[in-house]
């Protein structure tokens, strides 16, 4: 299916479909890292550790994190002793400059989870979930990206239904 997409229609995709996973408004929320994971086509579980900058919120931001773990994923090396491969560091490098491009970091100077929502207040307040909505779904576009440069193709899913 990724054959009858261009590179912006996939990419465009990825950003919608973390955007409809996350938000809840459709189906069920998930939490960054799991819209993100799921939106890849990846195993959720690991991904709940990066709930809220990994639970305490005093971790990074786990749709940033779950950026990186994606691009491993996909891209690392396979054996437990195999060293970095060159396409996954040339990956993380691209991700990060697209992430600190397109990623609105409010008035954040860290991807902290605390002081990333710090402005918000209350942190299940609807304003930080719409800053965070748009933020797991601008890290989705930039993982889109950037595994499309590196050879990594994105399967195209259908939503889930309520």
């Not at 997409?5 to 990825?14: G, I, K, M, Q």
């Not at 929320?29 to 305490?56: D, F, K, M, N, V």
């Not at 054996?79 to 040339?90: C, D, H, I």
Request: proline share 6%.
């Amino acid at each position: 299916m990724t054959d009858e997409l261009s590179l912006e229609d996939l990419v465009r995709w990825a950003e919608e479909h973390t955007r409809f996973l996350y938000d809840g408004v459709e189906v069920p929320h998930r939490s960054c890292g799991i819209a993100l994971a799921e939106t890849y086509g990846l195993r959720t579980a690991p991904y709940q550790a990066l709930r809220r900058g990994g639970i305490t919120g005093c971790g990074e931001c786990g749709a940033i994190k779950a950026g990186e773990l994606i691009l491993g994923e996909l891209l690392g090396d396979p054996s437990p002793t195999g060293a970095v491969t060159a396409n996954l560091r040339s990956a993380m490098i691209r991700y990060r400059e697209l992430w600190q491009k397109h990623v609105d970091l409010g008035i954040s100077e860290t991807i902290i989870c605390n002081d990333l929502t710090a402005p918000f207040g209350e942190f299940h307040s609807p304003e930080r979930h719409q800053f965070c909505t748009r933020l797991a779904a601008s890290a989705s576009k930039c993982v889109a990206i950037t595994l499309t440069e590196h050879g990594i193709p994105i399967l195209i899913k259908p939503q889930p239904q309520t």
